[in-house]
Protein backbone atom coordinates (compact mmCIF):
# COMPACT_ATOMS: atom_id res chain seq x y z
CA UNK A 1 0.00 0.00 0.00
CA UNK A 2 1.54 3.18 -1.08
CA UNK A 3 0.72 6.02 1.27
CA UNK A 4 0.61 9.69 -0.96
CA UNK A 5 1.65 12.75 0.56
CA UNK A 6 -0.43 14.51 2.86
CA UNK A 7 0.81 17.55 1.79
CA UNK A 8 -0.29 20.18 -0.50
CA UNK A 9 -3.89 19.32 -0.02
CA UNK A 10 -6.28 18.90 -3.19
CA UNK A 11 -6.97 21.88 -5.13
CA UNK A 12 -10.56 20.21 -6.44
CA UNK A 13 -12.22 16.55 -5.58
CA UNK A 14 -15.02 15.09 -6.80
CA UNK A 15 -16.23 11.80 -4.96
CA UNK A 16 -18.68 9.40 -6.06
CA UNK A 17 -20.40 6.27 -4.78
CA UNK A 18 -19.83 2.47 -6.84
CA UNK A 19 -23.20 1.43 -6.27
CA UNK A 20 -23.85 -2.25 -7.13
CA UNK A 21 -27.30 -2.50 -6.53
CA UNK A 22 -29.83 -1.83 -9.41
CA UNK A 23 -33.66 -0.98 -10.43
CA UNK A 24 -35.96 -3.55 -11.52
CA UNK A 25 -38.48 -2.05 -14.45
CA UNK A 26 -41.29 -4.14 -15.81
CA UNK A 27 -42.45 -3.61 -18.89
CA UNK A 28 -46.04 -3.73 -18.10
CA UNK A 29 -45.83 -0.37 -16.42
CA UNK A 30 -45.62 -2.39 -12.70
CA UNK A 31 -44.06 -0.78 -9.59
CA UNK A 32 -40.45 -0.16 -10.60
CA UNK A 33 -38.34 -2.32 -7.50
CA UNK A 34 -34.77 -1.49 -6.47
CA UNK A 35 -32.17 -3.90 -5.24
CA UNK A 36 -30.29 -3.30 -2.48
CA UNK A 37 -26.53 -5.41 -2.53
CA UNK A 38 -23.70 -5.07 0.42
CA UNK A 39 -20.46 -3.57 -1.08
CA UNK A 40 -21.38 -0.18 -2.25
CA UNK A 41 -18.33 1.79 -1.63
CA UNK A 42 -16.25 5.50 -3.05
CA UNK A 43 -13.89 6.96 -5.28
CA UNK A 44 -12.98 10.05 -5.44
CA UNK A 45 -11.15 12.53 -8.45
CA UNK A 46 -8.44 14.96 -7.60
CA UNK A 47 -6.87 17.62 -8.98
CA UNK A 48 -4.08 19.14 -7.38
CA UNK A 49 -2.40 22.76 -7.54
CA UNK A 50 1.02 22.93 -9.87
CA UNK A 51 3.22 21.16 -8.22
CA UNK A 52 6.64 22.24 -7.82
CA UNK A 53 8.87 19.29 -10.02
CA UNK A 54 12.02 19.56 -7.83
CA UNK A 55 10.61 19.15 -4.32
CA UNK A 56 7.13 17.66 -4.86
CA UNK A 57 6.10 16.44 -8.56
CA UNK A 58 8.75 13.92 -8.96
CA UNK A 59 7.36 11.93 -5.67
CA UNK A 60 3.57 12.21 -6.43
CA UNK A 61 3.79 10.88 -9.52
CA UNK A 62 6.15 8.02 -8.63
CA UNK A 63 3.87 7.39 -6.22
CA UNK A 64 0.46 7.23 -7.51
CA UNK A 65 2.65 5.15 -10.48
CA UNK A 66 3.58 2.15 -8.06
CA UNK A 67 -0.18 2.80 -6.44
CA UNK A 68 -1.88 1.91 -9.90
CA UNK A 69 0.19 -1.80 -9.06
CA UNK A 70 -0.30 -1.39 -5.02
CA UNK A 71 -3.03 0.40 -4.02
CA UNK A 72 -2.82 3.95 -2.73
CA UNK A 73 -4.19 5.55 0.26
CA UNK A 74 -4.50 9.43 1.10
CA UNK A 75 -6.22 12.01 2.80
CA UNK A 76 -9.72 12.31 2.09
CA UNK A 77 -9.69 16.09 0.90
CA UNK A 78 -11.74 17.81 3.76
CA UNK A 79 -11.52 21.09 1.55
CA UNK A 80 -13.56 23.92 3.74
CA UNK A 81 -15.21 21.54 5.68
CA UNK A 82 -13.75 21.69 9.97
CA UNK A 83 -14.84 18.22 11.85
CA UNK A 84 -13.60 20.20 15.10
CA UNK A 85 -12.00 18.60 18.01
CA UNK A 86 -14.52 15.21 18.20
CA UNK A 87 -11.54 13.20 20.25
CA UNK A 88 -11.85 12.37 24.40
CA UNK A 89 -8.50 13.58 24.76
CA UNK A 90 -5.17 13.77 22.71
CA UNK A 91 -3.47 10.73 21.76
CA UNK A 92 -6.58 8.48 22.59
CA UNK A 93 -7.97 7.25 19.49
CA UNK A 94 -12.11 7.29 18.76
CA UNK A 95 -13.00 3.38 18.85
CA UNK A 96 -15.48 0.46 17.68
CA UNK A 97 -17.47 0.07 21.16
CA UNK A 98 -18.00 -3.82 21.02
CA UNK A 99 -17.62 -6.43 18.84
CA UNK A 100 -20.12 -8.87 16.48
CA UNK A 101 -21.78 -5.00 15.18
CA UNK A 102 -23.02 -5.11 11.78
CA UNK A 103 -25.50 -3.32 9.41
CA UNK A 104 -25.37 0.61 9.43
CA UNK A 105 -25.58 1.20 12.92
CA UNK A 106 -22.07 1.63 14.80
CA UNK A 107 -21.61 2.34 18.19
CA UNK A 108 -18.25 4.03 19.30
CA UNK A 109 -16.16 5.53 22.24
CA UNK A 110 -13.75 7.92 23.43
CA UNK A 111 -15.72 10.89 21.28
CA UNK A 112 -15.59 14.17 23.34
CA UNK A 113 -18.88 14.42 25.62
CA UNK A 114 -21.37 16.62 23.27
CA UNK A 115 -19.57 16.08 20.29
CA UNK A 116 -22.12 16.61 17.07
CA UNK A 117 -21.44 14.32 14.20
CA UNK A 118 -23.22 16.18 11.68
CA UNK A 119 -24.72 14.44 8.62
CA UNK A 120 -22.41 13.84 5.39
CA UNK A 121 -19.53 13.81 7.40
CA UNK A 122 -16.60 12.16 6.38
CA UNK A 123 -14.90 9.49 7.91
CA UNK A 124 -12.36 6.18 7.88
CA UNK A 125 -12.97 3.02 9.56
CA UNK A 126 -9.59 1.04 10.07
CA UNK A 127 -9.76 -2.51 10.14
CA UNK A 128 -6.60 -4.59 10.24
CA UNK A 129 -5.02 -1.81 8.50
CA UNK A 130 -7.52 -1.54 5.94
CA UNK A 131 -9.42 2.21 5.59
CA UNK A 132 -12.80 1.84 4.72
CA UNK A 133 -14.55 4.98 3.90
CA UNK A 134 -17.87 6.43 4.65
CA UNK A 135 -20.28 9.26 5.63
CA UNK A 136 -22.70 9.78 8.56
CA UNK A 137 -25.80 9.13 7.92
CA UNK A 138 -27.72 11.11 10.54
CA UNK A 139 -27.17 13.74 12.81
CA UNK A 140 -25.78 12.80 16.76
CA UNK A 141 -25.01 13.92 19.62
CA UNK A 142 -22.23 12.19 22.14
CA UNK A 143 -23.43 11.68 25.33
CA UNK A 144 -21.51 12.42 28.48
CA UNK A 145 -20.14 9.43 28.70
CA UNK A 146 -18.01 10.03 25.56
CA UNK A 147 -20.43 6.94 23.55
CA UNK A 148 -22.37 6.90 20.60
CA UNK A 149 -24.03 5.27 18.22
CA UNK A 150 -23.82 6.39 14.58
CA UNK A 151 -25.59 5.84 11.47
CA UNK A 152 -23.46 5.22 8.17
CA UNK A 153 -24.53 6.04 4.96
CA UNK A 154 -23.49 2.55 3.85
CA UNK A 155 -23.34 -0.80 5.34
CA UNK A 156 -20.46 -2.16 6.85
CA UNK A 157 -18.31 -4.14 4.70
CA UNK A 158 -16.02 -5.88 6.98
CA UNK A 159 -16.75 -7.29 10.31
CA UNK A 160 -14.90 -4.02 12.88
CA UNK A 161 -13.29 -6.02 16.17
CA UNK A 162 -13.74 -4.58 19.75
CA UNK A 163 -11.26 -1.48 19.56
CA UNK A 164 -11.04 -0.79 15.64
CA UNK A 165 -10.19 2.99 15.12
CA UNK A 166 -12.31 5.30 13.83
CA UNK A 167 -10.52 8.83 11.49
CA UNK A 168 -12.52 11.57 11.63
CA UNK A 169 -10.08 14.01 11.33
CA UNK A 170 -8.10 12.66 8.96
CA UNK A 171 -10.49 10.59 7.10
CA UNK A 172 -8.33 8.35 4.78
CA UNK A 173 -9.69 6.45 1.51
CA UNK A 174 -7.77 3.91 0.11
CA UNK A 175 -7.79 1.49 -3.21
CA UNK A 176 -6.16 1.44 -6.74
CA UNK A 177 -5.36 4.40 -8.75
CA UNK A 178 -7.44 3.83 -11.06
CA UNK A 179 -7.96 5.78 -15.29
CA UNK A 180 -7.03 4.74 -18.67
CA UNK A 181 -3.26 6.17 -17.82
CA UNK A 182 -1.15 7.79 -15.16
CA UNK A 183 -0.50 10.47 -16.92
CA UNK A 184 0.87 14.45 -16.37
CA UNK A 185 1.82 17.21 -17.72
CA UNK A 186 5.63 19.59 -16.98
CA UNK A 187 4.61 22.99 -17.42
CA UNK A 188 7.33 25.45 -18.39
CA UNK A 189 7.46 27.16 -15.12
CA UNK A 190 9.01 23.69 -13.62
CA UNK A 191 5.88 22.64 -12.18
CA UNK A 192 3.54 19.15 -12.34
CA UNK A 193 0.06 19.23 -13.09
CA UNK A 194 -1.76 16.18 -11.86
CA UNK A 195 -5.63 14.83 -11.68
CA UNK A 196 -5.99 10.92 -10.75
CA UNK A 197 -8.88 8.80 -8.92
CA UNK A 198 -8.88 6.04 -6.16
CA UNK A 199 -11.35 3.94 -6.26
CA UNK A 200 -11.98 1.98 -3.17
CA UNK A 201 -11.24 -1.98 -4.16
CA UNK A 202 -13.63 -3.44 -1.31
Do not use: C
Not at 64 to 75: D, P, S, V
Not at 163 to 185: C, N, Q, S, Y
Amino acid sequence: MILLPSWPGAQSATPRELDFGGFQEPGSGAEVTRFNRPGNRYAVSVTMPPLDNQKLGRIWVNRLIKGRKLGARMEYPLLDFDPGAPNLASGVPIQVAGAGQAGQLLAIRNVAPGYAFKEGQPFSLEISGQHYFDFIAESAIVGLDGTVTIELTQMLRADPPDGAVLHITKPMIEGFVRGDAIAWELALRRTVGLSFEIQESR
